[in-house]
Every structure is written in structure tokens, then in C-alpha cells.
């Protein structure tokens, strides 16, 4: 089963709001190659659910994939933040999935707790630079975060 890892700013959409509404749409990804990551998954994957863009950065839980890629519909809102207004119905370049909510963890892995466990020194969150919103987790960084827990 493949994994990943998604980020999202809290005040935007958190865990604790994938938490209450048990399902929801992840959409807004404007970058092609996080979004050529999100054309990878399939429903049944799981992924750590970042926290970026906030106080204290880092994993904040486990969510799921409920449902493979298909056009994201923000794209095609023009009250969306997430507009794109060279995408159409027939020719929309973006992709969301939906995604289940699976656990919450006690207190969210920091990133420079990340960033310091020898295990994850490879995984291109902890590299210098890397600004993906979605990307890979292999088995063996799963397994490592999971023991970080």
C-alpha cells in the first residue's frame, strides 16, 4: 500500500475539521508535480496529515484516501481561492481527491523532531527546501513516524 504525506494550514483545513466531517474533498493543489502524486493514489492508501504554515509545524494525524484523482472542481469556481480561469470542463489541468479521516495524534510530531530522527534524513519533508504539498512516504519512514508517536 503506498503511503504519503499532505499538508494543509490548520486554520484552513485541519485535522480536527477531517475529524468532524469524517470525509471531505482535498483540493486547492496548484503545483504539478504534488498533483501528479495525488493522480497516484488510490482509494485505501493512507497519509500523515501536515500541519504547515502555523505555529507548530509538523504531523498531525492519519487520514486516508477514499476515492482515486478526478478534475478538481475548485478550479472551475470563480469564488474559489483555488480558481483557475484557463481551466474549463473539458480541459482541467488540476485534481482532488476525497479523503477519510483515520486518527488523530496525541500531540502533533514537530518538525524539527522530524528532522532530527536519523530514519527520515532521506524523506524530502527534512530536505533543505522542499515545499511539496503532497508527496511519497516510503514503508520504512512510515514505520519510523508511526514509533515517533
Same mark, same amino acid.
Given at each position: !500500500?503506498?503511503?504519503?504525506? !499532505? ?17 471531505? =474533498? $482535498? ?7 504534488? =498533483?501528479?502524486?495525488? =493522480? ?18 509538523? @504531523? ?33 489541468? $488540476? ?8 486518527? =488523530? ?29 503532497? !508527496? ?5 519512514? $512510515?514505520?519510523? @513516524?508511526?514509533? !515517533?508517536?
Amino acid at each position: !500500500m503506498p503511503y504519503w504525506l !499532505m499538508k494543509s494550514e490548520p486554520d484552513e483545513f485541519s485535522i480536527e475539521d477531517l475529524d468532524k466531517l469524517g470525509t471531505a =474533498r $482535498w483540493d486547492g493543489v496548484r503545483n504539478y508535480q504534488a =498533483r501528479n502524486f495525488l =493522480r497516484q493514489m488510490g482509494e485505501g492508501d493512507q497519509f500523515f496529515f501536515y500541519h504547515s504554515s502555523c505555529a507548530t509545524p509538523g @504531523i498531525a494525524g492519519i487520514g486516508c484516501i477514499t476515492s482515486a484523482a478526478y478534475p478538481d472542481p475548485a478550479a472551475l469556481d470563480p469564488d474559489s481561492a483555488y480558481y483557475d480561469p484557463k481551466a474549463s470542463e473539458s480541459k482541467n489541468p $488540476w485534481s482532488a481527491v476525497e479523503v477519510g479521516f483515520v486518527e =488523530r495524534f496525541a500531540f502533533t510530531l514537530a518538525l524539527p523532531r522530524l528532522k532530527a530522527e536519523p530514519a527520515l534524513a532521506q524523506m524530502p519533508l527534512v530536505q533543505k527546501g522542499s515545499r511539496l504539498s503532497v !508527496m511519497p512516504v516510503s514503508e520504512s519512514e $512510515w514505520s519510523a @513516524i508511526l514509533a !515517533m508517536r
